[in-house]
């Protein structure tokens, strides 16, 4: 049996929360032969409901977790964790601007880079939380002293959409479609990109010969497909994007399937794809294991898609501004 890990995760409480920390709880992130110390992290008013949630945990019996802490301080929930999955953020109200959304979680995530950098250091992180790029660029510029390449903004949920996507209209399985690339922003402007993705190994262009539906129909399903669920259930995604944080966590930790690569939205240098420095942007990420990975190289851009690459880019440079006093120089 390994040496126990501690996993934090915020909006404890809430419904993607409810689908994701029994999944990890049970082993089936981290590993069948790895305990677990879960720090479930929430705000004041939902401690209540998070107290619940802990009761739950305790009533399955899992024997690989070994503590549950509860907690309404980031500096606590974060004390010497080894992987950080940020869920909670303030949801948009009626009457809210983008804007305002933006200034108000940046507001969140300010505090929890801070605390993230004064609690825990040899550490991975994912931002969940909507605006998942802009909170993500925050955190982690308000941790400095954690390397840039720790943290990561949710996009896999936009890869699985568009892989789904192409299987069904292919007529095959999901497992046979590979080198899907969302670009961007986790946002209606992302570009699901269709022209690198293969299906059974040939160029999906030449399996879907439907131009006019990968150009429009495909890309609109995925771009929406958020507000389609909400439309639909009366309420967010919740069970998908838990089970995409899963995805995600497992692939960095496993090493993405030979030959293929999944999507993430990281911190640009500026020496990749256009992309300028200092946005967390989504691209074609090769996950080499245990936490590493590199930015897929030689993926080609032709104009149709660097045009819907930039409208995203240019989405992603506007929440900066926005935010920009929220981000250290």
């Known amino acids: 049996m390994k040496s126990p890990i501690r996993v934090a995760v915020t909006g404890a409480a809430g419904q993607l929360a409810y689908s994701l920390i029994f999944r990890v709880a049970s082993g089936e992130v981290f590993g069948a032969d790895q305990p677990i110390h879960l720090h479930l992290v929430e705000i004041p008013p939902a401690m209540k409901a998070l107290q619940g949630v802990a009761m739950e945990l305790d009533d399955c019996a899992y024997p690989l977790l070994k503590s549950i802490k509860l907690t309404d301080t980031p500096a606590e929930g974060f004390d010497g964790i080894h992987f950080g999955l940020l869920v909670g953020s303030k949801p948009r109200g009626p009457g809210m601007e983008r804007k305002d959304l933006l200034t108000e ?3 969140i995530f300010v505090g929890q880079g801070k605390a993230l950098e004064k609690a825990a250091k040899d550490l991975q992180v994912l931002v969940v939380g909507n605006p998942a790029n802009t909170n993500c660029l925050i955190a982690l510029s308000n941790a400095r002293s ?5 943290f990561h903004a949710m996009t896999r949920l936009d890869h699985n959409r568009a892989q789904a996507q192409l299987a069904g209209k292919a007529g095959v399985g999901c497992a046979e479609v590979t080198n899907v690339t969302i670009w961007g922003n986790h946002s209606a402007t992302q ?3 269709f022209f690198n993705a293969k299906i059974k190994g040939k160029a999906v262009t030449d399996v879907i010969t439907d131009k006019a539906w990968l150009e429009g129909e495909f890309i609109a399903t995925v771009q929406k497909r958020g507000a389609a669920i909400i439309a639909a259930r009366g309420v967010s995604s919740a069970a998908s994007a838990a089970n995409a944080a899963i995805d995600h966590v497992k692939s960095l930790l496993n090493g993405s399937a030979k030959g293929d690569w999944i999507s993430s939205a990281v911190l640009s240098d500026g020496s ?4 300028p420095k200092g946005l967390v942007s989504s691209f074609p990420i090769k996950a080499k294991g245990k936490g590493e990975w590199e930015i897929v190289g030689g993926v080609k851009i032709n104009d149709f898609a ?3 690459i930039e409208a995203s880019i240019k989405e992603l ?3 900066r501004a926005v935010v920009k006093d929220l981000i250290p120089g």
């Open 105 to 107: 979680n940046g507001k």
């Open 146 to 150: 954690i390397p840039a390449t720790r």
């Open 191 to 193: 570009f699901p990109d």
């Open 272 to 275: 990749h794809y256009g992309i």
């Open 306 to 308: 660097r045009s819907k």
């Open 317 to 319: 440079e506007e929440e």
